[in-house]
């Protein structure tokens, strides 16, 4: 059994139980004269879709004006006179007037159930004071019942001046509630006094090995707990129900639909403390339920806790890597450092190649290795990254985009959601400018990559590293017809500027959304 790594820096590791044949200049594109391919000539098709700018990301026509699909999957696409003779009577048409269409997006990692549930809870991304981060705090116990957990999470302490927030924060206004706000990253987290005293945490407690219990200069624990020392509290949270997990499922669903995303790549409930089996139960009563009861909205690949990796392979052996058109199974994930953010990252002198060590980049194209990375952490980095990492290697080593590329390395787009936003069309303008919020300039202009690039990494070759292009990732004949229509009618524009929005996404060549 090959294994291949799949690389995406400072917090995992993905090994993915898969081979795969690493493409050269797979990044460069041409545009072709307008022709049209199809699969089968004699079929009526069930949808055609003409009249617009169809950017199919295959390199044998990149651009055509009309599609048909029938059974889901796409049986020709090119010029309208030619996919019309797949029209019958039965044959719905849907008119572009002149609108972009783009392939379904593919995110390369994210934690999709976390992300559904802490949709329900406290949200905190984005807050820049501490006075908003209590009000949000006592608002959720306004609605919660007298001993209930209040759980919640997505803060960034960089947004407010670095300080860390502290336990005697929110004592005052949640005196009979435990709480657990988890910072942004998943490798710390906030617990008031309540939920100290009730886990047995105190200024006797000792540090557990991976793991640090911050603890103020007179040795008192301030609430935070990194990495490993979140399994000190993390058992004692109730259970999610099944119920509130596949809640979370469509929540989730709905939201990546929303922002054009039509398969996911997830890293499950894993984070530093957690049991390694709530992947597996969320694989069972979940995905499984799900796509069983037909309520699947988006295709997923699933990856698994590494310390399982026997199950995941007797699983495979068994099954095959492809359960439904809904549910594959993908690798692994294992911890290997802590993070930037969190300042637990032990670094070199690294999966989400942030910030590599230097010659790294050209390593990847030679062993065959993914680059599976999120732009948005550059925007949370950019400001941070000179004082943790110093001026010379945070300007010289990270973000690499276009070395890797340049390198033949697979690049592959994510955003590693909830700990940055789910918005594909975000991630890719930023991967183009690598402008961070308030700077004038891009951080390392000369890793910014071209649109087409940034396009490609967030749908065919992210499909190439989940080992799905053969169902995903292009507009082609023979693949699922998953796409994306956008709100402009120009790709000049929307390539200069990625200045567009999500007018509906298709799945199977059925509008999930709106």
Not at 170 to 181: A, E, K, Q, Y
Not at 246 to 264: C, D, K, Y
Not at 443 to 448: A, D, G, L, M, V
Request: charge should be negative.
């Amino acid at each position: 059994m090959n294994i291949y790594v799949a690389i995406s820096a400072t917090i995992a590791l993905a090994l993915s139980i898969f081979s795969f044949p690493l493409l050269n200049n797979f990044y460069l594109l041409k545009l072709t004269p307008a022709t049209t391919t199809t699969t089968t000539t004699n079929l009526e098709a069930d949808l055609v879709v003409t009249n617009g700018v169809i950017f199919t990301g295959d390199d044998s026509l990149l651009f055509a004006d009309s599609m048909a699909i029938k059974n889901g999957r796409i049986v020709s696409v090119g010029n309208y006179s030619a996919v019309q003779q797949l029209a019958a009577d039965g044959t719905n048409v849907l008119n572009l007037q002149g609108k972009v269409v783009v392939p379904g997006f593919i995110d390369s990692h994210v934690h999709f159930i976390p992300g559904g549930l802490q949709m329900a809870r406290v949200k905190l991304r984005g807050v820049s004071h501490k006075d908003e981060f209590v009000r949000r705090v006592k608002e959720a116990v306004k609605n919660s019942k007298k001993g209930s957990w209040i759980l919640g999470g997505g803060w960034n302490n960089d947004l407010w001046g670095g300080d860390l927030p502290m336990a005697s924060w929110i004592d005052d206004i949640t005196p009979h509630n435990p709480v657990w706000l988890s910072r942004m990253d998943g490798h710390m987290g906030l617990a008031n006094s309540v939920a100290l005293q009730l886990v047995g945490i105190t200024n006797l407690s000792e540090d557990p090995n991976g793991g640090t219990i911050m603890k103020t200069s007179s040795g008192e624990p301030t609430g935070l707990l990194i990495d490993a020392a979140m399994k000190l509290i993390l058992p004692w949270i109730p259970e999610v129900s099944v119920d509130e997990r596949r809640e979370a499922l469509l929540r989730a669903s709905n939201l990546a639909l929303s922002r054009g995303v039509t398969t996911v790549v997830d890293f499950g409930r894993y984070y530093p403390g957690e049991s390694v089996q709530l992947s597996w139960e969320d694989f069972a009563d979940v995905y499984q339920w799900a796509s069983y009861s037909e309520k699947m909205k988006i295709r997923v690949c699933l990856f698994f806790p590494l310390e399982t990796w026997s199950s995941l392979a007797d699983l495979i052996n068994k099954t095959g890597h492809v359960l439904s058109d809904w549910v594959y199974l993908g690798g692994v994930k294992a911890f290997a450092d802590g993070s930037l953010g969190s300042n637990s990252a032990l670094f070199h002198e690294i999966e989400h190649a942030q910030h590599l060590a230097s010659g790294t980049a050209a390593r990847f194209g030679d062993q065959g290795i993914v680059a599976s990375m999120q732009p948005q952490h550059l925007l949370d980095d950019a400001d941070s990254a000179r004082k943790k990492l110093g001026v010379d290697r945070a300007e010289r080593e990270s973000y690499l985009f276009q070395s890797l590329l340049a390198n033949n390395a697979l690049l592959a787009l994510g955003s590693d959601w909830p700990v940055a936003d789910i918005n594909p069309l975000f991630a890719i303008r930023t991967a183009m400018k690598r402008i961070p919020p308030g700077w004038d300039n891009a951080w390392i202009p000369s890793e910014r990559i071209s649109f087409t690039d940034a396009l490609i990494a967030h749908t065919l070759s992210a499909a190439r590293a989940c080992f799905l292009e053969n169902d995903v990732g292009s507009l082609s004949p023979g693949k699922i017809a998953d796409f994306v229509i956008l709100s402009t009618f120009s790709w000049e524009d929307f390539a200069a500027e990625v200045s567009a929005s999500i007018e509906a996404t298709y799945v199977s060549g059925v509008q999930a959304y709106p």
